[in-house]
């Protein structure tokens, strides 16, 4: 069993930054993918940004390239996500997610069905 704590949400300023934090609980961390998705009222689940099991690869949706950065480290079981350059649109609910690599070759971080777990989510307000 997996079990994901997102923490580090609030409120900031716009042009001010935020790093949340997912705690992964259960066996075989490096053995998941992980991922960080948003959804603000009325709107659907998007993708923010994924990190491959071993942290080789990144992915970012067009919307935060270049001002968010996801990582993890395996000894602490985390996956944070560092965000710069805060905007108005950002503000949302950010949820942490893990889907289970399974020696698969293919990855789709943006894909909303491939991943098995999924936190509780942490909001995040920009103010203008």
């Known amino acids: 069993q997996v079990q994901l704590v997102e923490t580090g949400g609030g409120l900031v300023q716009a042009g001010g930054s935020l790093r949340l934090s997912c705690k992964f609980s259960?066996?075989?961390?490096?053995?998941?993918?992980m991922g960080w998705f948003r959804q603000a009222p009325g709107k659907e689940r998007e993708f923010v940004a994924g990190?491959?099991?071993?942290?080789?690869?990144?992915r970012y949706a067009d919307s935060v390239q270049g001002r968010f950065t996801i990582s993890r480290d395996s000894a602490q079981k985390t996956a944070d996500l560092q965000m710069n350059s805060l905007k108005p649109e950002d503000s949302a609910v950010y949820y942490c997610a893990a889907d289970w690599a399974n020696d698969r070759t293919t990855w789709y971080p943006q894909r909303y069905g491939e991943y098995d777990y999924w936190g509780q989510g942490t909001q995040v307000t920009v103010s203008s």
């Open positions: 990190v491959s099991w071993s942290g080789a690869e990144t």
């Open positions: 259960g066996r075989a961390f490096s053995s998941w993918h």
